[in-house]
C-alpha cells in the first residue's frame, strides 16, 4: 500500500512566523503536490514536483515556496504565515507524469494561522 | 486557463434516495478522474475515465466520460449513510497537471 504521511495533522502558528509542512512518501513516487483546499473552493494546487530537486508553480504559489531534496520528500515552506492562509494542506504523490496516473493523497495538515 | 466546475456544491438526500454530481470542463479532457473523500478525511481514488462516451460501474455508483469528453458524471443509485463524503472530479488536459473541481458534499439522512 502506497503511503503518504504529513508531519502534522494540526498546527497553530502566529503571523509572519516561518511554517515548514512535511510530506513523505514511501513508494519511490516521481510525482509529489501541494494541495490546498477550502470550502467552496475545492483542491487548489499550489506547488509540484515532477522529481527530486525539480519544481513547477501550480495555480496559487503566492506565499509559498517549496523543496524535494530527496525522492520521498516534499516540503512546503509559508515564509511569513498569514491569517488568508489558515486552510487545510493536502499533500499527494503519484508514479510518474501523467495525469492518467492516480494520485495518493496524504492525510492532511490543518493550518491555523492567528 | 483550463477549468473544471461542479455542481451541485451540496446535495442532501433521504436513504434509498439517488444522487447525481456533474463535472463540465471549458477544454477537451484527456481523462477524467473521480475521488471521494470521507469527513475528516482525505481524498480517495475512486476511478479514471479515458475514452469518449466510456461509461463504467461500481456496485451502486456509475461514472459517464461525455462524448466530447468536456464532461462527465458519477450516479448514486439508492444512496446509504455510507455514501457521505466529498466527491471531487479532476480532469487531465494539455499539462501534467490534474484540475479538480470544487466538489460535491454529499448528505445522507437515515
Known amino acids: 500500500d502506497v503511503k503518504v504521511t504529513q508531519s502534522s495533522r494540526y498546527l497553530v502558528k502566529r503571523t509572519g512566523e516561518k511554517v515548514f509542512l512535511e510530506c513523505v512518501q514511501d513508494m519511490d513516487h516521481e510525482n509529489m503536490f501541494w494541495y490546498r483546499q477550502d470550502p467552496g473552493l475545492g483542491l487548489r494546487l499550489i506547488y509540484f514536483?515532477?522529481?527530486?530537486?525539480?519544481?513547477e508553480k501550480g495555480d496559487i504559489p503566492e506565499g509559498y515556496s517549496v523543496s524535494r531534496e530527496k525522492k520521498e520528500r516534499f516540503s512546503l515552506i509559508l515564509e511569513s504565515a498569514s491569517t488568508n492562509q489558515t486552510s487545510m494542506y493536502l499533500c499527494?504523490?503519484?508514479?510518474?507524469?501523467?495525469?492518467?496516473?492516480?494520485?495518493?493523497f496524504g492525510p492532511g495538515t490543518r493550518l491555523t494561522v492567528t | 486557463g483550463q477549468q473544471v466546475m461542479q455542481i451541485p456544491q451540496y446535495q442532501h438526500v433521504q436513504e434509498g434516495e439517488d444522487f447525481t454530481t456533474y463535472c463540465n470542463s471549458s477544454t477537451t479532457l484527456s481523462n477524467i478522474q473521480w475521488y471521494k473523500q470521507r469527513p475528516g478525511g482525505h481524498p480517495v481514488f475512486l476511478i479514471q475515465?479515458?475514452?469518449?462516451?466510456e461509461v463504467k460501474k461500481q456496485k451502486r455508483l456509475t461514472f459517464q466520460f461525455g462524448e466530447a469528453k468536456k464532461n462527465s458524471s458519477l450516479h448514486i443509485t439508492a444512496t446509504q449513510t455510507t455514501d457521505v463524503g466529498t466527491y471531487f472530479c479532476?480532469?487531465?488536459?494539455?499539462?501534467?497537471?490534474?484540475?479538480f473541481g470544487t466538489g460535491t458534499l454529499l448528505a445522507v439522512q437515515p
Open positions: 479532476g480532469g487531465g488536459g494539455a499539462t501534467n497537471k490534474l484540475i
Open positions: 514536483s515532477y522529481d527530486v530537486k525539480m519544481k
Open positions: 475515465l479515458v475514452k469518449s462516451g
Open positions: 499527494a504523490s503519484r508514479i510518474r507524469a501523467s495525469p492518467s496516473y492516480e494520485q495518493y
